[in-house]
C-alpha cells in the first residue's frame, strides 16, 4: 500500500485529501507545514508527497527543494492557486513531477497521484534495464540487435502498461512511428484505436479542427459536424508526429487536453470527455524551444513524462545488416523479383555509410538496389548511394557533410571507389589516386577482406 505524506495548511482541505486517497487505498500521513513534514518524512517510508505551494514557514519551493536534495527520485506532486501556474511551472524546474490548480477535483487528483506513481515505479525499474539488456527485447519490424536499439525496446516494454504520456526524440527517419506503435501494442489499449496526425501535414490554421473537431457552421464550408482525432481516439492512443510544431494557440488546448481529459469542438460549447493516451515525437530540441518562446513550458513538462530518444542510424550500425536484409525480404515478397541476397562487399558498403537520413533513407537504398538489380544477388555496383555535396554553413567550415567525420567521408570515398570499380580493387586504386598498397590498407580498416581482383 504506497504512502502519501499530504503538506497542507488548510486543516479542511488537509482532511478530505486524507479520506478521499485513503478510499482510493492509499495510506496518507498529513502535516501543516514544511517543518513537520520533513520530520514525518525521516519518520515514514513515503512513496509519494502532495503539498501545497503556500506553506507557512518554509514555503512549498523551499521544502520542495530541500526534498530533492534528500531524495531526488521520490515524486512530488504540488498543489497551488489557479493564478500562480508561473509558481507551478517553478516548482516543475526545481524537479516537482507534477501539479494541479485549486480548486480541483478530486478525481482529477487520484488521476495525478496514480499516474506519478506508475511514473515513479518505471524509473525505480529503470535502474535495473542494465541486467535487464541481457535478456532480447523483440517487436515485429523493429530490428534491435544494437545495445541503444535494446534498450529503446525495454523501455517500451515498462511503459506500455501504464497510462503515462511518452515523448520521443530523435532525428527524422529513425522510427518513432514504429516505436509508438508498439507502445500501443504493447499496452492495454492495444484493442482500442492507434491515431496518427502529423503537425506539419496539415496547414496552420485546418490543425486545431483536426485534432478537436469542429461543429456545423464552425467556418465557411463547415456543412456538418465533424469529430477531431482526439474523440475518434477515445480509449485508444493518439500519436501527434513533430509536436514540436504545433503552434501556441493549439498548445493551449493540447494542455487542457492533458490536464483535465476534456475540451470543446472548434465552434461549439458541449464539454467533450476523452480517455486518451498521448504519445508525441519530435526532431527538434524542445528546449531549444522553450528559450526561444516558441513552446509552452508547462506543456513541454506535461508531455516529458516519459523519454524515449531513439539513437540515429550512424550510433548503432550493428542494426544495419539485419535492416537491409529485412528490406530485402519484403521487396522481393511485395515485387516478385528474385534477390535472394546482398554480398558482403555490397554490405560493407551500407555499413560505413553515415545515413544522415537513417532507416527511412537505407529502406530507400535497398529498395532501389533490388529495382535495378542484374542479378540475384545485390553487390557493389547495385548500390547507389545519395552522397550529398557539403551544405556552405555547416560547423566544420563546410568541407564535410553534416554529422560526418573526415575518417567517415574517406572510407565512404574508398566504398563508393570499389562500387564504381565493380569490385575490381586494382581499377578502385586507380580512380583513388592510391597504389595497390594504399587501398588495400584503407580497406582492411573498414573490414573489407582483400580477395582476388577481377582482371583489369
Known amino acids: 500500500m504506497p504512502t502519501i505524506l499530504i503538506v497542507e495548511d488548510e486543516a479542511k482541505m488537509r482532511r478530505l485529501l486524507e479520506l478521499n486517497l485513503g478510499d482510493d487505498g492509499f495510506a496518507t500521513v498529513s502535516a501543516g507545514d514544511a517543518e513537520t513534514g520533513l520530520k514525518l518524512l525521516r519518520e515514514h517510508p513515503i512513496d509519494l508527497i502532495l503539498t501545497d505551494l503556500k506553506l507557512p514557514g518554509m ?130 489499449r492495444a484493442s482500442g484505436p492507434f491515431l496518427k496526425i502529423n503537425s506539419t501535414a496539415i496547414p496552420e490554421n485546418l490543425l ?142 551500407l555499413v560505413g555509410y553515415h545515413w544522415p537520413g537513417n532507416v527511412r533513407e537505407l529502406q530507400n537504398i535497398v529498395e532501389r538496389a533490388c529495382a535495378l538489380a542484374k542479378g540475384s544477388v545485390l553487390g557493389p555496383s547495385d548500390i547507389h548511394l545519395d552522397v550529398r555535396p557539403a551544405k556552405a554553413g555547416n560547423g566544420a567550415g563546410g568541407f564535410l557533410p553534416d554529422g560526418m567525420t573526415l575518417e567517415q567521408w574517406e572510407d565512404e570515398m574508398v566504398q563508393e571507389a570499389l562500387r564504381r570499380a565493380n569490385g575490381n580493387k586494382s581499377q578502385a586504386a586507380r580512380l583513388l589516386g592510391l597504389s595497390r598498397n594504399a587501398l588495400r590498407y584503407r580497406l582492411s580498416k573498414i573490414g573489407i577482406t582483400d580477395e582476388a581482383d577481377k582482371e583489369t
Open 59 to 188: 514555503n512549498g519551493l523551499e521544502f520542495l527543494q530541500t526534498i530533492k536534495r534528500q531524495n531526488a527520485v521520490l515524486p512530488v506532486v504540488v498543489m497551488t492557486a489557479f493564478g500562480s501556474v508561473e509558481t507551478a511551472v517553478e516548482a516543475m524546474k526545481a524537479g516537482a513531477s507534477d501539479y494541479v490548480l485549486k480548486p480541483f477535483s478530486l478525481t482529477e487528483m487520484r488521476m495525478v497521484i496514480h499516474k506519478e506513481l506508475d511514473v515513479h515505479n518505471l524509473r525505480e525499474e529503470n535502474r535495473s534495464l542494465r541486467e535487464a539488456l541481457g535478456k532480447r527485447f523483440s517487436h515485429p519490424n523493429i530490428v534491435s540487435r544494437s545495445p541503444k536499439m535494446q534498450e529503446v525496446l525495454a523501455t517500451v516494454e515498462r511503459v506500455a502498461p501504464t497510462n503515462s504520456t511518452v515523448l520521443l526524440g530523435g532525428e527524422s527517419g529513425v522510427g518513432k512511428d514504429l516505436i509508438a506503435r508498439a507502445i500501443h501494442e504493447k499496452s492495454r
Open 208 to 349: 486545431e479542427s483536426e485534432l478537436f473537431g469542429f461543429e456545423k457552421g464552425a467556418f465557411t464550408g463547415a456543412v456538418a459536424s465533424k469529430p477531431g482525432k482526439f474523440e475518434l481516439a477515445d480509449k485508444g492512443t493518439l500519436f501527434l508526429d513533430e509536436i514540436g510544431d504545433v503552434p501556441p494557440v493549439t498548445q493551449v488546448k493540447l494542455l487542457r487536453v492533458l490536464q483535465e481529459r476534456e475540451f470543446e469542438r472548434l465552434g461549439g460549447t458541449r464539454t467533450v470527455k476523452v480517455d486518451v493516451r498521448l504519445i508525441a515525437a519530435t526532431n527538434k530540441d524542445l528546449r531549444q524551444a522553450l528559450e526561444q518562446g516558441t513552446f509552452r513550458e508547462d506543456l513541454y513538462y506535461r508531455l516529458n513524462v516519459v523519454p524515449i530518444d531513439i539513437a540515429p542510424l550512424r550510433e548503432r550500425k550493428e542494426d544495419i545488416p539485419d535492416l537491409v536484409n529485412l528490406f530485402v525480404s519484403g521487396f522481393t515478397g511485395e515485387s516478385g523479383k528474385p534477390v535472394e541476397g546482398i554480398t558482403p562487399e555490397a554490405m560493407q558498403i
